[in-house]
């Protein structure tokens, strides 16, 4: 399993990452949804991304704030045709928003609403289907994949560990 999550990060656009960088260091406000386990790699991103000091919501808890023009939303769909991914994408480009989107299809219906995808193209081999099924493979390259942009947007904000450490949930 391990091998195919390697071979399916080893398969990203650097360029796409790069972008994705740049847009999260400009982003006023950062919006993350995903469903189920997916929502919890974007709920562990938006953990780091807060430690930055970003303002980062979770769409669908109840203090999300409303989304506007400019605002980032990143949804994260292994098939990219999860019907209420693709419906807040429209929605929040109508708006003005920009989509990035994390998913296993650039011309999945979410891939087509989003101005950047990065994919994950995961194996189609039945046998490796069954040692991690449902898109088990899927969800951990996306939490490597994210935490991988977490150091290279801390370089890019000029920050550090010591900067992240000032905003982490210290508990007495």
Known sequence: MLDEV???IERVDETVV???VETLAASPKIFIYGVGRSGLAGKAFAVR???MGLNVHFVGDTTTPI???GDLVFIISNT???MSAVQTANIVRRIG???ISITGSTNSKLGIA???V???VQPRDDQKKRMAPLGTIFELASMVMLDSIIPLLMSRLDQDETSLRRRHAIWV
């Open 6 to 8: 390697r071979r399916t």
């Open 18 to 20: 790069s972008e994705i």
């Open 49 to 51: 991304l807060v430690q």
């Open 67 to 69: 989304v506007k023009t």
């Open 80 to 82: 990219g045709e999860t």
């Open 97 to 99: 928003a920009i989509v």
């Open 114 to 116: 989003s101005n950047i």
């Open 118 to 120: 990065l994919e994950l």
